[in-house]
């Protein structure tokens, strides 16, 4: 397998400077960004996307890599082909495929009196941007979509996201014409994407990705099976969890508005009051009433579910390789577990909520985190997903 980790280079041309402003040099490009593929220097990398539980936020993912360095070719004093310097940008493939695209945070480098060298890169993907963009205080939103309002958000001058970097969803529900709060660009793309109960993060590739309600609902099309009886991609490892880490049977939902509250008065006999609250921008109570009825009716009881699975795919075919490496966060599994061989199998649908890399010389490791999908919405015509009885109408 093939992993190609490129590092983004910022120099450039630069008029009647006497280094970079030299003609028919091939440092100093004119104009474009440029990246240099540094792969066979790699000694490990490490990348985690994501987030840990429903409900949360996703955050930034990041990436770590280790380079060889007894050659010196990171070498902040003598000077590489590569930028050392925080914020270039950096990518990575595998087998061709898209596992991250972010920017630089921090280059550290360590030497040996032995002769080992090595450089590492630590980097975060463009959440950390979208944290550091203002948000414009003057003015008002007019009423408009959830995606719309994302949109909106991204094009103003003081975030100045790239259309050519969006994968943006229209959305189901809409948010209020409201004065902007001040806060930063980030913060604020999550409290629209609370406001459709969608999914908001950075894909692989590095484009901002929206996915309204209704794109968020599972689907079996292309799902990939993960099973220890031979009837999918083999995992080493299986966490589930069975516990309450989820539980709320109590969830008040404001915004600018009013405010709803809904209960699950057995769970609460059950288990005492557990309460959750959520601030969105949503643009009529009904639409609140819809998030609290929800957020009450998913999470009141607790529920077994995997947590996480991991692959070695130093231990799969080329094919089961590549169904791995094309998974991204919102995807649907199966995962097929007979703990210990013994008994009936645990047999559950998940969506991917979080993919971890850990790549070394001796083994590739990728562990997925899952959110349950036993309280799936019904998707109509879904060979899995649109039985009636199964899957829950409505919101």
């Not at 992993?3 to 910022?10: D, M, W």
């Not at 270039?88 to 920017?103: C, E, H, K, L």
């Not at 899952?370 to 309280?375: A, K, M, N, T, V």
Request: hydrophobic share 40%; aromatic share 8%; proline share 3%.
């Amino acid at each position: 397998m093939a992993t190609t980790v490129e590092i983004g280079t910022i120099r450039g041309f630069v008029l009647d400077d006497p280094e970079r402003g030299v003609l028919d040099n091939t440092t100093y490009g004119l104009g474009g960004l440029a990246f240099v593929d540094v792969s066979d220097k790699v000694a490990s990398v490490s990348i985690a996307r994501g987030k840990n539980r429903d409900l949360e936020r996703y955050s930034a993912g990041t990436l770590g890599v280790t380079f060889n360095n007894e050659d010196r070719f990171f070498d902040p004093v003598v000077g590489t082909a590569v930028d050392l310097v925080p914020r270039v940008p950096i990518r990575v493939q595998m087998d061709g495929t898209a596992q991250f695209y972010g920017s630089v945070n921090d280059w550290n480098f360590a030497y040996s009196t032995d002769g080992s060298s090595k450089a590492e890169v630590q980097a975060s993907d463009d959440f950390v941007y979208l944290a550091r963009q203002a948000i414009l205080a003057s003015g008002s939103a007019v009423e408009q979509t959830t995606g719309e309002r994302v949109a909106a958000v991204l094009d103003m001058f003081t975030v100045d996201w790239p259309a050519d970097r969006r994968n943006i969803d229209t959305g189901d529900n809409t948010v209020c014409a409201a004065p902007f709060d001040g806060s930063n660009a980030l913060e604020y793309l999550q409290k629209v994407e609370a406001s459709e109960q969608g999914q908001l993060f950075m894909a692989k590739d590095g484009d901002l990705t929206f996915l309204s309600r209704s794109s968020s609902a599972a689907r079996s099309t292309g799902l990939v099976t993960f099973a220890d009886d031979g009837s999918g991609v083999p995992f080493t490892e299986a966490a589930v969890n069975y516990g309450s880490e989820l539980l709320y049977n109590r969830a008040i939902v404001t915004a600018p508005v009013g405010s709803a509250t809904a209960d699950n008065a057995l769970s609460q006999l059950t288990y005492g009051i557990v309460e959750t609250e959520l601030e969105v921008l949503c643009s009529s109570v009904a639409q609140l009433q819809d998030i609290a009825d929800y957020i009450v009716a998913r999470y009141a009881e607790p529920e077994l579910r995997f947590e996480t699975i991991t692959v070695t795919l130093d231990t799969v075919t080329p094919a089961q390789r590549a169904q791995v490496l094309g998974l991204e966060i919102g995807d649907v599994a199966e995962i097929i577990f007979t703990p210990n061989q013994t008994g009936s199998a645990i047999d559950r649908y998940a969506q991917i909520i979080n993919i971890n890399h850990s790549e070394t010389p001796a083994r590739h490791n990728v562990t997925f985190s899952f959110d349950s999908l036993d309280f799936a919405p019904l998707v109509l015509d879904d060979t899995v997903f649109g039985k009636l009885d199964e899957g829950k109408l409505g919101f």
